[in-house]
């Protein structure tokens, strides 16, 4: 199982990215796949998941109407939209999928709101 993320990087706050996360070395469109963040020093919280049709999703309360989670199952890929972007959303953004219940995590892409 392997994750890797893209698509970090520096924006203005009020600004949007998209970050990607590419999965590969399992049957992608059987699994839900969620999006994390983790800032320094804080533990890692949940933004957003979705189903493996992608027809469920659901996002941290702070998150509600700002991101948006989307899938491609024919390109094994999981996107998570993100915009009016604020410096509180300064973290590294990581991706997940569980099977036979363990976790697999990407590296991260990291996402720095700053003027």
Same mark, same amino acid.
């Given at each position: 199982?392997? +994750?890797?993320?893209?698509?970090?990087?520096?924006?203005?706050?009020?600004?949007? +990215? !998209?970050?990607?996360?590419?999965?590969?070395?399992?049957?992608?469109?059987?699994?839900?796949?969620? %999006?994390? !963040?983790?800032?320094?020093?804080?533990?890692?919280?949940?933004?957003?998941?979705?189903?493996?049709?992608?027809?469920?999703?659901?996002?941290?309360?702070?998150?509600?109407? !700002?991101?948006?989670?989307?899938?491609?199952?024919?390109?094994? !890929? $999981?996107?998570?939209?993100?915009?009016?972007?604020?410096?509180?959303?300064?973290? $590294?953004?990581?991706?997940?999928?569980? +099977?036979?219940?363990?976790?697999? %995590?990407?590296?991260?892409?990291? $996402?720095?709101?700053?003027?």
């Amino acid at each position: 199982v392997h +994750l890797v993320e893209s698509g970090g990087g520096l924006v203005q706050p009020g600004g949007s +990215l !998209r970050l990607s996360c590419a999965a590969s070395g399992f049957t992608f469109s059987n699994y839900g796949i969620s %999006w994390y !963040r983790q800032a320094t020093g804080k533990e890692r919280e949940l933004v957003a998941g979705i189903s493996s049709a992608g027809s469920s999703t659901n996002y941290a309360d702070s998150m509600k109407g !700002r991101f948006t989670i989307s899938r491609n199952n024919a390109k094994n !890929r $999981v996107y998570l939209k993100m915009n009016s972007l604020k410096p509180a959303d300064t973290e $590294v953004y990581y991706c997940k999928t569980q +099977l036979l219940s363990k976790n697999y %995590w990407g590296q991260g892409t990291k $996402v720095t709101v700053s003027t």
